[in-house]
């Protein structure tokens, strides 16, 4: 067993890299003695993480038609992994959700007496719940960030802890909307429509030009809107203005104060995901869209046991939102449902209704600092802290 301070972090996609950042640098805060290493992306490095590899650009991956397109690439990351955990001896590991690859890692870092910390399960109550008892089997400490899966890794016996959403810590506003609308220079009178097409490339390819197509259509209809994009930053900006060329439509794209502009919408168009409830969080009416590869989708529909996929109805319990998955999601389906909505303030009220059930559910902001507590218990009773012993021998 190691004697070293040292923690190795992964986390596979954008979000994931976020939440790590924000872990290392409370966990830093409360133990600067500790160091990190990882396998993760640019918001990781930045919080003072060693970066080995870059996952998040190289090797962000959607649904199951990509991983048999990237399968070598995989195994050499993982070769890549275990060789890291042989070598450097981490006191600890933690593993940000991308469960297909860190529940691998959960096992090869067990076998070799290193503890093992799970931050932003795996939905097991999504799909494939049998992995529960693997969990149970090779992970040390459970974080769990929404409230219901607390009971279910206890039932299983993990050692589990719920902190809270981490999308709260981040999402920071500054300012008002009329300070907003003033700033980007939006038309006050007319509404705001955001679209969110992702933050991977595959998902934009889908999903903005129907996002696009529908705008156009819901504007010829509803004239007094204006729509903006909130870029994300790990989605190229030429990306996004190739597909507002070729449709020839009018959209903004901003890239900077994004939570600003997102809590100054009054609707959004949204691929499924962490937007989602980021964007309930914010209290902003949806309609959410999934689109992925033909082959990833047979196997999620045979896989998949909930009657939704937007994480906000996840949460809800219910269709607290609408959903238009793979061929629902066309432009005039988009568009007439958007235009359902807005045309009838009471169901706009009432999905705001919905979305603050969900936001209370959560809880309030400090996950990041309850997830570094809970990882730094762990860490002290593998390796004492020279700060805490230190302070018991003064």
């Known amino acids: 067993m190691s004697n070293s301070r040292k923690i190795l972090i992964i986390a596979g996609e954008n979000s994931g890299d976020l939440h790590a950042s924000n872990l290392v640098k409370q966990l830093k805060r409360l133990d600067p003695t500790l160091e990190f290493i990882g396998f993760g992306g640019n918001q990781m490095k930045s919080a003072g993480v060693h970066l080995i590899f870059n996952i998040v650009d190289r090797l962000a991956i959607i649904g199951f038609a990509e991983v048999l397109s990237k399968i070598n690439k995989i195994r050499r990351l993982f070769r890549q992994v275990r060789t890291t955990l042989e070598q450097d001896r981490p006191c600890a590991v933690v593993l940000i959700d991308y469960p297909g690859f860190n529940l691998r890692i959960a096992r090869i870092a067990n076998s070799m007496g290193i503890a093992v910390i799970y931050y932003i399960s795996p939905h097991v109550w999504a799909w494939r719940k049998g992995r529960v008892h693997e969990i149970a089997k090779y992970v040390d400490k459970m974080l769990v960030i929404f409230p219901f899966e607390e009971g279910i890794y206890r039932e299983a016996g993990v050692d589990v802890t719920y902190v809270g959403h981490p999308s709260l810590d981040v999402m920071k506003l500054t300012m008002t909307k009329k300070q907003v609308f ?60 190739y597909y507002i060329e070729n449709s020839g439509f009018e959209v903004r794209v901003v890239d900077a104060y994004r939570y600003n502009v997102r809590s100054a919408m009054d609707f959004a168009i949204v691929a499924s995901g962490t937007a989602t409830l980021e964007t309930a969080f914010l209290i902003c009416p949806m309609v959410i869209l999934y689109k992925t590869s033909f082959l990833t989708w047979i196997i999620a529909k045979n896989l998949v046991s909930l009657p939704y996929i937007g994480l906000v109805n996840v949460v809800a319990g219910d269709m607290a939102v609408p959903e238009l998955l793979q061929n629902e999601a066309t432009p005039l389906n988009v568009a007439n449902r958007v235009v359902k909505i807005l045309s009838n303030p009471k169901e706009i009220e009432t999905i705001k209704y919905e979305l603050a059930k969900v936001k209370e559910m959560i809880g309030g902001p400090g996950a990041s600092k309850r997830a570094a507590e809970q990882v730094l218990i762990v860490v002290n009773q593998r390796t004492p802290s020279p700060v805490a012993t230190a302070v018991a021998s003064s």
């Open 182 to 241: 003033e700033h980007f220079q939006f038309d006050p009178n007319k509404k705001l429509i955001g679209l969110l097409p992702g933050s991977r490339k595959p998902e934009v390819e889908r999903l903005l030009p129907v996002m696009l197509e529908a705008a156009e259509m819901i504007k010829a209809r509803i004239p007094d809107i204006q729509y903006v994009i909130p870029r994300a930053s790990t989605v190229k900006k030429e990306l996004i203005d």
